[in-house]
């Protein structure tokens, strides 16, 4: 099957529709801030991939001074190990016995990383670890207030020390998201919700080398709480992903980094005065966090979507311009759901076409 790309220098206007935008200036700048704020704090980054799905975009990253990589799952593991990607963290747990395999398989090219908060799963990947002749990195989850996956202080201790002793594992830290902080928008609240949260991570760290096992990983943060969870004394790293691009969503909660990502769609109807209809829908636009802003025509809104069409309204003399085979830009408010429906992000420079850039990740979530 064609794809039918276009060609590097195809300006914006040319290029066909729905497709993601990524503004490449904003997106590069979006990196060297984050990793130039972490050298100023003290801690690495280790940016996580699922926001991107995308080498392009972790070579990047690594080139600007990364340490590593988070990924979600193995299937975004083993893309980017397949890419060349050498130190890769998986930050959900890894069950079952044919999810175990693949993660092993990857051990011989990369050092490898995996999340933990139960003694069973921790016995399985030792028996396998041991079996296959490899060693993998663990690191155990702490639950920091977001109330999904993570032990408390307490059976941390003990599957530290389980980690340590076990065959084919090698206890690398812990790490504690707190994601029910990020997107908060008071930043006070944002400030003292974090620290507490971040308090729990740093109190187990103690607790464990208290009981004599080396700490080297303490891991966390998102986007919305970078600055706040980099300052943490006993923090080494974090895990943003969100930065790069910086949905609408994120952009309500701060502006330390610039909203990259649109996704472009045409006008293909124009039957009443104040709407339009574009070709991007449902399937190429997520909606879990509200509706997109209409960057371009200003003053646009989105009405309604459907699978394949959106209506927008238009609600002046100078919206209302806009004729059927124009550009509609929209930011979504989640990019990372975005970005997972498509194939291809569109690098622009100077409203040009750079770069066709893979997501070859995109829909790994096994």
Known sequence: ????????????????????????????????????????????????????????????????????????????????????????MITSQVIGKSKIARLLALAPAAQMIVAVEDSSN????????????????????????????????????????QVSEAPGLR??????????LVAERDYETRKAETEKAMAIVTHTADLIRDAGISVPIVSAAGTGTYDITGRVKGITELQCGSYLFMDGDYAEVFDDFTPALSVLSTVISRQKEDAAVVDMGLKSISIDRGLAEILSPSGATIV??????????????????INIGDKVQSRPTHGDTTINLHEYYFGIRNGKLEAVIPISARGKFR
Not at 131 to 160: K, S, W, Y
Not at 171 to 177: A, E, K, S, T
Not at 304 to 318: A, M, W, Y
């Open 1 to 88: 099957m064609t794809d039918y790309l276009p060609l590097p220098g195809t300006p914006i206007e040319e290029l066909d529709t729905p497709c993601i935008l990524v503004d490449l200036d904003l997106a590069e700048a979006n990196i060297a801030k984050l990793q130039s704020a972490a050298k100023d704090m003290g801690v690495h980054v280790r940016p996580h991939s699922k926001t991107s799905k995308s080498p392009y975009w972790v070579r990047k990253q690594l080139d600007a001074g990364a340490i590593g990589i988070c990924c979600a799952k193995v299937g975004e593991a083993e893309v980017m190990v397949e890419a060349g990607i050498t130190e890769v």
């Open 304 to 321: 309604k979507h459907s699978e394949e069409h959106t209506i927008i309204h238009l609600p002046d003399v100078k919206s209302r311009a």
């Open 171 to 180: 206890f690398d830290g812990l790490m504690g998201y707190e994601g029910h």
């Open 122 to 161: 921790v016995l399985e990947l030792s028996e396998a670890s041991s079996a296959a002749g490899v060693e993998i990195g663990v690191i155990v989850e702490l639950n920091v207030g977001q109330d999904r996956c993570g032990t408390d202080p307490d059976g941390a201790v003990v599957l530290a020390r």
